[in-house]
């Protein structure tokens, strides 16, 4: 149990995030981001790596797809994004930038800089396209890219109202742990292949959850 606020890397879960990871919740930003960071810190990628990816965090997402230019933004992100060969995107539907408080589903958009196309993963029949679509004609931009069309991917379907947040988080760990396995001396890499969910072996909302809270528990202790 989290009693006070835990902070990791560039990331921070308070309390209140923490009860969020409690089963039929809602993730917030601030779960999202704090697992990414966890990823990104905890499985680091190997430098003769043949895919360099990376985990664009929820907060920096939300500003570029609703910011008017978001090529303004380009020196304030991260300078891996220009280099990376896949780029995994968390796509919230929270559209004002007045206000902290907003949103009701989470999707997930992936960049594939070889074929500069963009992948799409919605839990709940697509609801997020629109938002998926605005973020990709801004962040085209900024990669000065012209955007192809948004391939929509084949995604497990939750259950309720309150999962597409976990699913993002599973699926996003699912594909990184294929791409540490990766040998560095592939010659080819089937990028497909490597970004095809797996349902069987997805982890399921209510173990994913249990996941991000142990782990929080065990950053806790450790401090």
């Known amino acids: 149990m989290l009693t006070s606020t835990l902070y990791y890397k560039d990331a921070m879960l308070a309390p209140e995030d923490y009860g969020l990871l409690y ?28 895919v360099k990816p990376n985990l664009l965090r929820a907060s920096m997402s939300f500003l570029i797809t609703n910011i008017e230019d978001a090529k303004y933004l ?17 796509v919230n539907n929270k559209q004002s930038l007045e206000s902290f408080i907003g949103g009701s589903h989470w999707s997930l958009l992936i960049y594939v800089k070889q074929n500069n196309k963009f992948l799409y993963y919605d839990s709940a029949n697509n609801m997020n396209s629109y938002i998926a679509y605005k973020f990709a004609d801004k962040i085209s931009g900024v990669l000065e890219v012209k955007r192809n069309n948004i391939v929509v991917v084949k995604t497990p379907q939750q259950k309720n109202g309150s999962d597409c ?4 988080l599973s699926i996003i760990d699912q594909f ?21 969910v797996n349902e069987q072996n997805l982890l ?20």
């Open 23 to 50: 089963d039929d919740r809602w993730l917030n930003d601030r779960c999202v981001d704090f697992y990414l960071e966890y990823l990104e810190y905890n499985y680091s990628i190997k430098e003769e790596s043949k």
């Open 204 to 223: 399921l909302p209510s173990d994913m959850r249990k996941k991000i809270r142990d782990l929080a528990n065990e950053l806790k202790d450790s401090k």
């Open 176 to 196: 990184y742990q294929r791409i540490i396995e990766l040998q560095s001396n592939s010659d080819q890499i089937d990028f497909e292949k490597i970004l095809e």
């Open 165 to 168: 947040g976990v699913f993002v």
């Open 74 to 90: 380009a020196s304030a992100l991260p300078k891996q994004i220009f280099s990376a060969d896949i780029i995994f995107i968390p």
